[in-house]
């Protein structure tokens, strides 16, 4: 009984370890979400800005025409490289969810074995021991 008591006991250690490591997950997975949403709406942002600036039909010469083409590429060359930087972004978001995901199996795994450790125990505890009773009759019966 001892033995059942100091295993649950472990168990419940482990639970608790294993929930520091699921709100580990949790926050790693926020913050790899937060970064990529920044990045997904500098894109946009950057994008919208080369699109605009790309219309513009005021250029007083050929020099600020000119100024105003290296201007608009500079920006498309930004937005191209701030996609690149989202998809990275959304591939560690990705493997963040699945780790957090990972770590509430893992918890979840350790929380039910705790709770069988703790029903056995209690059973256990409750059980009648029925071998103590002196039989009836005679062994010919």
Known sequence: ??????????????????????????????????????????????????????????AADGAALH?????????QALSRTTDGDALRAQSIADAKQQQLAEAERRRAAIEERAALQARLIAK???????????????GLE
């Open 1 to 58: 009984m001892k033995e059942e008591r100091k295993r649950l006991a472990r168990l419940h250690r482990l639970e608790k370890i294993r929930d520091i490591a699921k709100q580990t997950a949790a926050a790693e997975a926020a913050r790899a979400e937060s970064t990529l949403s920044q990045l997904r709406t500098l894109s946009d942002r950057t994008r919208r800005l080369a699109s605009d600036y790309a219309n513009r039909r005021e």
């Open 67 to 75: 100024q105003l083409g290296s201007f608009v590429s500079g920006l």
């Open 124 to 138: 256990a505890a409750h059980q009648p021991i029925l071998s103590g009773r002196k039989t009836s009759g005679t």
